[in-house]
């Protein structure tokens, strides 16, 4: 039990991180400036590459000394410890961030310019622009691959028991070690992804139908 509130703290955490990213992405990519733009294509195209288990060991064991060596030199601190779960949230919020920074920009996309044109041809500001036309139509058209980007998240956070994350695996491949049961306590592992997967599910089809209020489906 006390790993599953490890896991589900570290996918909640690197989820929230992973919209920050994903939205940033999601305006750099479709961003007027030709600089933003690209900065906003390598980092997509860096986190989508690089597999997730070389990116968390880089950060976990190369963060650090890049972190203590910056602080070092400019004074700022004289030590941080990147402990296994700041790198696991970290990695999943960066690496999960280039997912949802397509899935939002492809939300958008789908918004006709003709709303937006219309909103800001009655005087409103580009900050209510996007509370009431862009933000509500965009969590509608991408809750279904944001949706699936936060099921593979949670089943992503299993690799953090790789730098000794005390999470859900880690500590039920320890206990059937220990016992020489492996097998059912990973099938005790099994069963709880799935009823946290069931759960998301649930709660994301909620969602979806706050936000198709009134839209007619096929």
């Known amino acids: 039990m006390e790993g ?18 994903g939205l ?13 733009r690209r900065i906003g294509n390598l ?37 941080v410890d990147v402990n296994q779960f700041v790198a696991g949230v970290v990695t999943l919020g960066v690496i999960f961030g ?8 492809g939300a958008i996309l789908a918004i006709p310019r003709g709303q937006i044109e219309a909103a800001m041809s009655v005087g409103m500001s580009s900050r209510q622009v996007f509370q009431l036309v862009t933000w509500p139509q965009m969590v509608r058209y991408a809750l279904p691959s944001f949706t ?21 695996v880690w500590n039920a491949f320890s206990a059937g070690r220990s016992t020489h049961k492996l097998f059912t ?16 599910d649930v709660a994301l089809r ?9 839209v007619r489906r096929a």
Request: some cysteine.
């Open 4 to 21: 599953t509130l490890v896991t589900v703290s570290l996918a909640v955490l690197s989820l929230l991180l992973s919209i920050v990213c």
């Open 24 to 36: 940033l992405g999601a305006f750099a990519k479709l961003s007027q400036s030709r600089k933003v």
């Open 43 to 79: 980092y997509t195209t860096f986190v989508r590459s690089v597999p997730d288990l070389v990116l968390m060991m880089l950060i976990f064991y190369g963060g650090q000394k890049l972190v203590n060596d910056f602080g070092l030199m400019t004074g700022l601190w004289s030590y």
């Open 98 to 105: 280039g997912y949802m920074a397509e899935t939002f920009r």
């Open 148 to 168: 699936n980007n936060w099921l593979v998240l949670v089943k992503s956070t299993a690799l953090v028991s790789v730098i000794g994350l005390h999470d859900l």
């Open 185 to 200: 306590f990973m099938i005790a592992v099994l069963l709880i992804y799935l009823v946290i997967t069931a759960i998301s």
């Open 206 to 214: 909620r969602v979806d139908r706050k936000y198709s209020a009134g």
